[in-house]
Antibody, heavy 118, light 109 residues
């Protein structure tokens, strides 16, 4: 069974940094692209970034509004994907989800809450 | 920028409803890579349509997708109470990123 578990969320001050982690199990992690999506409370979904697998040369793509502040990475030896978030603003407060596509279906984690506040 | 969806739609049980998703020739109109998601309150989103018209395994055939020009559409037929949820479209873009629509709240009257 595919399982994605996000962690690393919490309270951070404006201007601070946070690194989220997504632990994957139940599928061949090294062969799958990984994605991050966020959702502010009561708001819509916002696509953040993707990282391809080794066969894709670990190609990355970012939403234009987040490129430069956010960085996506992965460690296939640990079956984990990461989202490094810098220069955080109050508007970055949201639940952050990691997702992956396997055999024409998309799987989501339960999300981790990031709160940016002083 | 975000794809354009109606803020809300409604229907009665058994009825069919359609949710539109309007983008540009650079996203929705440029690729056959539109997905639709269903999200119930407090839950993670669930993929119900991918690549414009395809349903993942286990998704009811009451859900169907289509596209014409820069507008994609999700149709739900035989509306049921459990279909009441938020629905989001998502499209591939030229930068290899993806973009979501603003979401549509479906109310089953």
């Amino acid at each position: 069974e595919v399982h994605l578990v996000e962690s690393g969320g919490g309270l951070v001050q404006p201007g601070g940094s946070l690194k989220l982690s997504c632990a994957a199990s139940g599928f061949t992690f090294s062969g799958s692209g990984m994605f991050w999506v966020r959702q502010a409370s009561g708001k819509g979904l916002e696509w953040i970034a993707r990282i391809g697998s080794k066969v894709d040369n670990y190609a990355t793509a970012y939403a234009a509004s987040m490129e430069g502040r956010f960085g996506i990475s992965r460690d296939d030896s640990k079956n984990r994907a990461y989202l490094q978030m810098n220069s955080l603003k109050s508007e970055d407060t949201a639940v952050y989800y990691c997702t992956t596509w396997i055999q024409s279906n998309e799987y989501w984690g339960q999300g981790t809450l990031v709160t940016v506040s002083s | 920028s975000a794809l354009t969806q109606p803020a809300s739609v409604s229907g009665t049980p058994g009825q069919s409803i359609t949710v539109s998703c309007t983008g540009t020739s650079s996203d929705v109109g440029g690729y056959n890579s539109v997905s639709w998601y269903q999200q119930h309150p407090g839950k993670a989103p669930k993929l119900i349509i991918y690549d414009v018209t395809n349903r993942p395994s286990g998704i009811s055939n009451r859900f169907s997708g289509s596209k014409s020009g820069n507008t994609a559409s999700l149709t739900i037929s035989g509306l049921q109470a459990e279909d009441e949820a938020d629905y989001y479209c998502n499209s591939y873009t030229p930068t290899s990123a993806r973009v979501f629509g603003g979401g549509t709240k479906l109310t089953v009257l």
